[in-house]
């Protein structure tokens, strides 16, 4: 899909970075689930403490039975969209890894599931699929809805889709569905540490 895209990086870097956004405006179009699982083979490759890959990736795919489940746990601001999508996912993490023959914690877990999230959601923006992630759902009845086990932690949702062509957008969504900005890299990024307070 050609959409606008009003991003410009301040350093050289893969386009692929700015074409990833959240759109809220999808087709409806149903996602294949052998497209779905190529995203999710993308996160496999992700890096992780200990080779532990924590990441567990749950789904629905639209007009299937898991549907409504997973839908039921996204919050009313959110279901206006995501109705629109062809797949719901949530994305959770397992809390401890195997070191050699022992269980231990990983501090590291939600760390390692963020990376197997980037790497999901860049590999459907080169599907010609948008991954929206959110937070509002409930994550405390997914625990129960969806089976969860004790030793993980319920991190993100996700609405799959294609989305809205920017010319079929109405007025009021093409003021909304535009890829937004990023703060500098100067606010973020701090040679030699943190500045002393004061400093």
């Excluded at 799959?160 to 003021?175: H, K, M, N, P």
Aim: hydrophobic share 40%; charged share 20%; no cysteine.
């Amino acid at each position: 899909m050609t959409f606008a895209n009003p991003r410009q990086p301040d350093h050289d870097i893969d386009p692929l970075f700015i074409t990833r956004w959240s759109p809220r405006a999808f087709t409806g179009e149903a996602v294949p689930e052998a497209e779905l699982l190529r995203m999710f083979e993308a996160a496999r490759w992700a890096p992780s403490a200990y080779n532990s890959q924590p990441w567990r990736f749950l789904y629905a795919l639209r007009d299937t039975p898991h549907w409504q489940t997973f839908f039921d746990l996204i919050v009313p601001g959110n279901q206006r969209w995501v109705k629109d999508t062809g797949a719901i996912v949530i994305l959770v993490s397992s809390t401890h890894m195997k070191v050699g023959d022992e269980l231990k914690p990983s501090w590291s877990h939600s760390l390692d599931t963020g990376a197997a999230s980037a790497n999901f959601q860049l590999q459907a923006i080169r599907q010609g699929w948008h991954a929206h992630g959110m937070t509002g759902f409930d994550r405390e009845r997914a625990v129960t809805a969806l089976n969860v086990p004790a030793d993980h932690r319920v991190e993100a949702a996700y609405g799959i889709g294609r989305a809205v062509a920017q010319s079929e957008l109405t007025a009021g969504q093409l003021a909304k569905e535009t890829p937004n900005g990023r703060r500098p890299i100067t606010d973020f990024v701090h040679p030699g540490g943190f500045k002393a307070l004061g400093a």
